[in-house]
């Protein structure tokens, strides 16, 4: 799967480092003193490297654990995001990764032990407060799981702190590690889920829409709570239409009973993060029409934006309580 | 195109007549040759003399698209004499900056990190080549390509059971250099083929030109013509390419143009993004 490895010094002799390596005996090894200097530079081509993408084994330090920029929560009194690997599997062509840094290649951070020590302490510094934390911000927390073990690391610690919640968000159909496993009721499996046209154009190397409801519901019938992020909505012919119907769909394919969470957002990007991937992406016509920045963001004009995001938020809370749908505008 | 720095003329001799190069004059010490396919600077020895010469070599011949390779003859601890390299990690004992080109894909030589001495060694480091430019020649070639179009590509000229002569074999060299040709260009072909392809049509350049003819277009709006013109023509199918072509004959006022041609993307963009 990997043609190149790259291995940071401070994780040279990691257990996780060691294991990982011997997985790709072929790929070569390339040691390094900082990640940052081959991730960071700025003469790299972020399209030709997401065509073979090479892996960097490195060490997080400093802080581990941020809390979530305002109005990305889901009801717990504190909401934060932690990033144990940079960089997606996936090409999605909408995803804010594609202008977020300079190079394609994936970054994963071995010492998993040290973020779940921030998340213990981070928790356990106010038990008497609901802690949510996302793991799928700057990855796909399920898409890679089979090489870096990340559900098995972290799904323990969650079961020992009660006021703790974990989201993995994911558009990966490897449920395994989940399904081997006892459901935990505070851990969400989210899928961010488009119409299948969506799906097809612009989620490339996703999953097809249609294993990934599928990978919902057996999820949900072993009894794991799952998320349904309907994000970003997507403007296109017809769109209100397909939105509608395609959410009826999901509602029809999974337990009522085993949904946890419902987010909804439209498709904005900040300006400068646009900007990297509309020079990616010059052909991609999601980048071309009906969008208009303010304050700092590119999103789709006001009465396109209002028109699709009301009429999924109407189809939504006709199958599901207001209690469990959280909006991101 | 291929841009090629190579320190001695033995180690360019092949590449020359491989690409039927002339001469086409210089830069300092640096030669320049000229091939169809591809251009060389000789830059002599030393990392300052590549750099100086590669960016000699650059500055002559813009080309976005070039492909960058630094060619020649390194050191290494226990490789065969003639076994080949391209380097994955660039240092130098003069500077402190680690450079790692990128090669999306496995090549048919083994990766290699190489550093770029000032002086000639003897002492070799295992799982290391050393060099005299690649260093100097890849910091300079950064300024005309992204890090994926650059490489260095070492051939071993001597190693702990045959160190280095002073008065080493420029025939044997030559021929060294000149086996590998057909790996490196199968090489620079993928690497070429990698890039992602332009837009941009006939269409494109007709429709700009008469509209600049009929317009006096600003600065700015010159950019957000030329943004627009490119998106219609990644969008449009050639039949409404010529419907848009009415736009320039129907419409005299630039503004209401411009509006007119963002309305056009408005309208088919959603229409293409499934």
């Known amino acids: 799967m990997f043609d190149r490895i790259y291995i940071e010094a401070a994780v040279r002799e990691h257990p996780r480092t060691l294991t990982l390596i011997e997985h790709y005996p072929k790929a070569e090894r390339i040691h390094c003193e900082r990640y940052g200097e081959i991730f960071n530079p700025n003469r790299q081509n972020f399209r030709i490297q997401k065509q073979n993408p090479a892996l960097i084994l490195a060490e997080k330090p400093g802080t581990r654990v941020l809390p979530t920029p305002p109005g990305y929560g889901l009801g717990a009194d504190r909401h934060y995001y932690f990033s144990h690997m940079l960089n997606c599997l996936y090409d999605c062509r909408y995803c804010f990764l594609q202008g977020m840094y300079q190079s394609a290649n994936y970054i994963l951070f071995v010492n998993f032990e040290d973020f779940q020590a921030d998340i213990r302490a981070t928790a356990e510094n106010q038990p008497d407060q609901q802690h949510f934390f996302f793991s799928g911000y700057d990855c796909d927390s399920l898409a890679m799981d089979g090489v870096t073990g990340f559900a098995d690391s972290f799904l323990p610690v969650f079961e020992n702190l009660p006021n703790a919640w974990l989201e993995l968000r994911t558009k990966s159909v490897n449920i395994k590690p989940l399904l081997s496993r006892t459901p935990h009721p505070n851990v969400v499996a989210a899928f961010s889920l488009n119409p299948e046209p969506i799906a097809k154009s612009v989620e490339h190397r996703a999953p097809p829409l249609p294993t990934r409801i599928n990978a919902l519901r057996k999820l949900a019938e072993a009894g794991w709570k799952v998320g349904l992020r309907f994000d970003p909505l997507i403007h296109f012919e017809n769109c209100v239409k397909i939105y509608q119907d395609f959410i009826d769909h999901v509602f029809d394919s999974i337990p009522e009973e085993a949904i946890h969470s419902i987010t909804l957002g439209s498709f904005r990007s900040p300006k400068n993060v646009f900007k990297k991937m509309e020079s990616l992406h010059p052909e991609e016509p999601l980048f071309m029409g009906n969008l208009e920045l303010q304050n700092g963001m590119v999103s789709y004009n006001k009465p396109i934006e209002t028109e699709l995001f009301e009429s999924a938020k109407e189809r939504i809370l006709s199958h599901a309580s207001e209690d469990c749908f959280f909006p991101c505008q | ?274």
């Open chain 2, 1 to 274: 195109m291929l841009h090629l720095s190579i320190a001695l003329h033995c180690e360019a001799h092949g590449i020359i007549a491989h690409y039927g190069m002339k001469p086409t004059g210089g830069h300092g010490r640096a030669q320049f040759f000229e091939g169809e396919n591809a251009r060389l600077a000789i830059t002599g020895v030393g990392a300052l003399n590549s750099a100086i010469a590669t960016t000699a070599l650059g500055c002559r011949y813009p080309n976005t698209e070039a492909i960058w390779l630094n060619l020649g003859i390194c050191g290494h601890l226990d490789a065969p004499i003639g076994e080949t390299f391209i380097a994955n990690r660039i240092s130098s004992d003069n500077y402190r900056d680690t450079l790692y080109p990128q090669l999306p894909w496995k090549s048919a030589f083994n990766g290699i990190e190489l550093m770029t001495l000032s002086a000639p060694s003897a002492d070799y480091q295992p799982e290391q080549a050393f060099d005299m430019e690649g260093f100097g020649f890849y910091k300079a070639a950064l300024a005309f390509a992204s890090t994926e179009f650059i490489h260095c590509i070492k051939v071993v000229s001597d190693n702990a059971a045959q160190p280095a002569d002073p008065h080493f074999d420029k025939k044997a060299i030559a021929r060294m250099i000149k086996n590998h040709i057909p790996a490196i260009e199968t090489l620079c072909t993928n690497i070429g083929q990698s890039r992602p392809r332009k837009a941009g049509s006939d269409w494109f350049n007709r429709f700009s030109e008469r509209a600049n003819a009929q317009f006096a277009f600003t600065e700015t709006e010159t950019h957000q013509l030329n943004k627009s013109l490119a998106q219609l023509d990644a969008l449009f199918k050639q039949n409404e390419k010529d419907k848009t072509d009415l736009l320039l004959s129907t419409d005299s006022n630039k503004k209401r143009f411009l509006t007119q041609l963002q309305s056009a993307i408005d309208h088919s963009s959603a229409r293409n993004i499934c």
